[in-house]
């Protein structure tokens, strides 16, 4: 890590952007991925850096839907395995649902990569994707999945998506789970539920949230009665405050 005191105004950014210039370094986050990385430090900012109500009232639908899932999976790709890899393990074990991997750029042999990343940070399984499961409705490499695990997915939990798949996802009938810092992102207006914030402090929640779920009429309640586009304008409307100083 580079040398950032504690005392910066700055420094829990600054420490995200060093796990991220590691992943590029370990061959798990593509290049690619510091671009898409500062395009979403820039929203952070926006939104104060820090969990707002709004991104509080998405993580509570998403816990209920994921833990009405009847197959959840969640799928990683290089830049929230580089960010977040024992959150995802602990989300993973809350719910019972498999880990997959899957991006777009597969430079270098990237998803094995990922895979042994997680399996070094504790996971006991990786689903890799597979010539033998395609999605539809998408053309890039992120149409192969693993036949038990995206594609018969009724939930997927994809944090920093890209949004092509989570549109491909949604209009074949699964629900779609993103954490995304734009909420104006064809992600987040295509997702089920769309949490606007850093996934570093959406995932503890998500997970505390999902162990604090008791009945089911409770988690119904939340699920079917969430609006994700009432979400996205309050996310909006506390950027543009933000913005006008």
């Known amino acids: 890590m580079s040398d950032v005191p504690k005392s910066h105004p700055r420094y829990l950014s600054l420490t995200l952007r060093d796990r991220i210039v590691e992943g590029v370094e370990n061959g ?11 395009r979403g430090e820039a929203f952070d900012y926006l939104i104060g850096e820090k969990t707002q109500p709004f991104a509080t009232d998405a993580i509570c639908a998403a ?11 969640i799928s990683v790709n290089g830049n929230v395995a ?11 074990n809350i719910l019972k649902a498999p880990l997959e991997v899957n991006i777009f750029h597969t430079e270098s042999g ?13 996971a006991n399984e990786v689903l890799m994707p597979s010539p033998e499961a395609q999605l539809s409705f998408i053309d890039s490499n992120r149409k ?15 944090p920093l998506e890209d949004g092509d798949r989570c ?21 987040a207006l295509q997702a089920s539920i769309t949490i606007v914030d850093n996934v570093v402090r959406a995932l503890p929640l998500l997970c505390e949230a999902i162990q604090k779920q008791s009945s089911d009429s409770d988690l119904q309640h939340k699920s079917t009665h969430y609006r994700n586009e009432d979400i996205l304008q309050q996310a909006l409307q506390h950027i543009s405050r933000s913005s006008d100083g």
Do not use: C, W
């Open 144 to 158: 192969y999945v693993h036949p038990e695990g995206i594609f018969i997915a009724d939930v997927v939990f994809v």
């Open 82 to 92: 580089a960010l977040a890899p024992k959150e995802l393990i602990e989300l993973g």
């Open 28 to 38: 798990i986050t593509s290049i690619h991925g510091l671009i898409a990385h500062g």
């Open 110 to 122: 990237r998803e094995e990569k990922i895979r042994q990343h997680l399996l070094n940070n504790g």
């Open 167 to 187: 549109e491909a996802l949604r209009k074949m009938g699964k629900d779609v789970v993103t954490v995304d810092l734009n909420p104006m992102s064809r992600t």
């Open 63 to 73: 816990a209920a839907m994921l833990k009405l899932s009847n197959h959840p999976v």
